[in-house]
């Protein structure tokens, strides 16, 4: 089966995340023109798969309990329910809270769809048809089916990019069987240059253990530190378990991705925001700059603080327009979102010395 592969959006996305909003616009997360075509897609998706469109389909995953989302035949993506494995919520906002911070591009984008219609019976039939070997996610497909029989009018999931052809798992990066639900390897070759007090990665090229892909040492080093950082914002919990961490070869060098970022939740991540304190101490200055002017403006939203006086985050100015712009809950899961973006701010304050920042 082939496989569309949007691999320009994801080489172009650290453009668009760093570029802001048009003049006049409203205010919204940075996003340029592939990032904007890649969200037309997604309404079409939605579209396409409610009317029957017979351009799309579904296809299911051997292993997992969604779907593979097709066009012409070839996978554009996946749709993905919420499963005792995967929250759609944290999958979206771990997208999100990166292209907040101008790092968008080292994650896999996600957005909200409602599948309806012909394509929500479609996926009733695909699981009632399924089965699994393994007693969770066949429990999974039955809370699915459940969902489905709740939901007649429409089922809420997102839409994930397919993974580019040439992304591979880096699977040196993992220590699997540490608790509770794997670990960073400390030991590998560009975790070592996430401490404050070691050595400065340098521009040589690194060879990644396991891969035929080079890269400078310091954009290896700086991309994995930013997505460590957004994985504790977001309560991921399942980086190491393995193969969540992929690297994606260039014509000029390769860069990592993290995928697969359903076992992201405010309320519980498992423990691994302590780990995410002990394995980094050593931060990329400019998205740590973002993080410090979103940590002020909620700072500024507070109750009390005169209007003249609240501040602005990438041109929005008040809380619920940047919360609906990250599909975050203005809810419980925007007050845990907060939570964690002070305490990682304050983590990053606590670190001394010269070293805690990769040099430019």
Known sequence: MTRIIFLPLLLTLACACASGAEKNAPPSLPQGEELRRWFSLVKEVERGLEHGDNRYGFQMKK??????????????GAFRSETSSTCVDGEIASFNIARALGCGELFQPAAPITLRGKGLATLKQLMTEARFPDTEKEDDR????????????????????????NAEKYHAIESPAAPPNGGLNEQDRVAVFLKSGAPQPGTAKLKLKGLDCHAPAVSLARELSDILLVDA????????????LHVVGTKKHAHFLAVDNGGASFEDDQGYMALFKKWVTRFDRRVVTQLFALEEFFDSQKEGVPAAERGKFLGFSDEKSLADAMSISMTKDWELF???????????RSIGGEGKYFEE
């Open 142 to 165: 039955l809370q699915l089916l459940q969902e489905i029989e709740d939901n007649p009018g429409g089922m809420r999931g997102d839409f994930r990019m397919a993974t580019p052809e």
């Open 63 to 76: 292993m997992h309990v969604h779907a593979k989302v097709l066009r012409d035949g070839a996978v554009i």
């Open 338 to 348: 907060k939570k964690r973006a002070k305490e990682v701010a304050e983590h990053v």
């Open 233 to 244: 914002l977001a309560g991921q919990w399942d980086r190491f378990s393995g193969g969540n």
